[in-house]
């Protein structure tokens, strides 16, 4: 069964394409992020998806029914739809609890309190139900949002930035509250959202989106670590490219080889590494022992680094190249510029493209040290 199902939607405004063709399902009980930059396309597919905007071309089902295509086009109240964006705001004159019970009104007038004290307890706002919107924080407010959304048992969720105008903590324990209360219905969610760490925290799935198409659709662990292309990679945290060239069906880097058995000599590929990803190692003197999981040590001096927290950051200009690459370590990690240090890459973690216009890959990398 599929809650909701976007099949082919595109939707043009005048010459210009918001959404060029996509094409996604939402299970019961799945949430589904739509990630990507601003103005990709995210929030024109979640109006089309609610109704409010009318596509172009494709169809929106909803419970394997038609909502839309392209001689139908039902309204939201019609669709089974809840909905919750960042600034949708409740109503200033009505307390919490009738702003969650506004919704219901297909229910008997002496159930829908009932109902919206229920979900109003689901999300700990219980104990406000007789307080105004103005007298609750901005986390409040959005809980009561959330509780509103889901009381009418929607069947579709759709969620637009609902948590960015919360300041960080907040946000993660409104998240958290959130996607316990989404998990125990039996709505499909899709929630769109620029910030990955949200996309990783809240999503079953991730889509990627591009310039109105989706790039790459999959489970958070798989699309973080099996990024299609640089691009998709470069979604989730910052990258260092290393650059290389093919002779033999094999690559070598100052960190060692890679084999490239699918590419022509001469072919350019490149070699990304996210900065969790590279080992750094204080000078001693000699150069550290080579390893199948990190392959060779290339030399480098600390340009600056920083403590961010949780962990360090440190930029390094290579020896080779005199290019700078940053890695991160857990922890206090601060070595004064100028001290020279050791860096490594953990290959599995590193992904091997094509430069970009080559299409010389005639079957997948591999990522073993030769
Ligand atoms: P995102 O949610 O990813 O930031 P949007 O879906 O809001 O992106 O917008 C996608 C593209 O469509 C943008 O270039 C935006 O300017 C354009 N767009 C969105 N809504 C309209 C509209 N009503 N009229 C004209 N262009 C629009």
């Known amino acids: 069964?599929?809650?909701?199902?976007?099949?082919?939607?595109?939707?043009?405004?005048?010459?210009?394409?918001?959404?060029?063709?996509?094409?996604?399902?939402?299970?019961?009980?799945?949430?589904?992020?739509?990630?990507?930059?601003?103005?990709?396309?995210?929030?024109?597919?979640?109006?089309?998806?609610?109704?409010?905007?009318?596509?172009?071309?494709?169809?929106?089902?909803?419970?394997?029914?038609?909502?839309?295509?392209?001689?139908?086009?039902?309204?939201?109240?019609?669709?089974?739809?809840?909905?919750?964006?960042?600034?949708?705001?409740?109503?200033?004159?009505?307390?919490?609890?009738?702003?969650?019970?506004?919704?219901?009104?297909?229910?008997?007038?002496?159930?829908?309190?009932?109902?919206?004290?229920?979900?109003?307890?689901?999300?700990?706002?219980?104990?406000?139900?007789?307080?105004?919107?103005?007298?609750?924080?901005?986390?409040?407010?959005?809980?009561?949002?959330?509780?509103?959304?889901?009381?009418?048992?929607?069947?579709?969720?759709?969620?637009?930035?609902?948590?960015?105008?919360?300041?960080?903590?907040?946000?993660?324990?409104?998240?958290?509250?959130?996607?316990?209360?989404?998990?125990?219905?039996?709505?499909?969610?899709?929630?769109?959202?620029?910030?990955?760490?949200?996309?990783?925290?809240?999503?079953?799935?991730?889509?990627?989106?591009?310039?109105?198409?989706?790039?790459?659709?999959?489970?958070p662990y798989h699309i973080y670590n099996n990024p299609k292309d640089r691009d998709a990679a470069a979604f989730f945290s910052d990258l260092n490219v290393i650059h290389g060239s093919v002779q033999s069906r094999q690559t070598d880097t100052p960190f060692g080889r890679f084999l490239t058995p699918g590419l022509v000599d001469d072919a350019d590929v490149e070699i990304i590494v996210r900065p969790q990803h590279l080992k750094i190692e204080l000078d001693s003197g000699e150069r550290p022992a080579m390893s199948a999981k990190t392959g060779v040590p290339a030399p480098g001096t600390v340009v600056r680094s920083r403590f961010m927290g949780p962990e360090s950051l440190i930029e390094v200009s290579m020896d080779h190249d005199k290019s700078c690459l940053r890695a991160t370590v857990p922890g206090v990690f601060t070595p004064e510029a100028g001290t020279r240090v050791w860096l490594s890459l953990r290959r599995e973690s590193c992904f091997l493209y094509p430069c970009a216009n080559q299409s010389k890959v005639a079957s997948p990398f591999e990522r073993d040290a030769v």
């Open 1 to 219: 069964m599929t809650r909701l199902a976007l099949e082919g939607l595109h939707k043009a405004y005048g010459s210009s394409v918001a959404v060029g063709d996509v094409s996604l399902t939402v299970a019961p009980g799945q949430v589904v992020c739509l990630l990507g930059p601003s103005g990709c396309g995210k929030s024109t597919t979640l109006r089309i998806a609610s109704g409010v905007e009318r596509q172009t071309a494709g169809r929106v089902l909803i419970d394997g029914r038609v909502v839309s295509d392209d001689t139908l086009h039902e309204p939201p109240e019609r669709r089974s739809v809840g909905l919750m964006f960042q600034d949708f705001a409740l109503f200033p004159h009505l307390t919490v609890a009738r702003n969650v019970a506004f919704g219901l009104a297909k229910l008997k007038r002496s159930a829908r309190m009932d109902v919206a004290m229920a979900y109003l307890e689901r999300v700990d706002m219980g104990r406000h139900a007789q307080k105004y919107p103005h007298e609750l924080s901005g986390g409040e407010q959005q809980r009561v949002a959330l509780a509103r959304a889901l009381a009418p048992k929607p069947r579709v969720m759709l969620m637009d930035e609902p948590f960015s105008g919360l300041d960080n903590r907040l946000r993660d324990e409104v998240r958290d509250a959130a996607l316990a209360v989404l998990k125990d219905e039996d709505a499909g969610v899709l929630l769109v959202t620029h910030d990955p760490e949200e996309a990783l925290r809240m999503g079953d799935q991730i889509a990627l989106m591009r310039d109105g198409m989706i790039e790459q659709i999959g489970a």
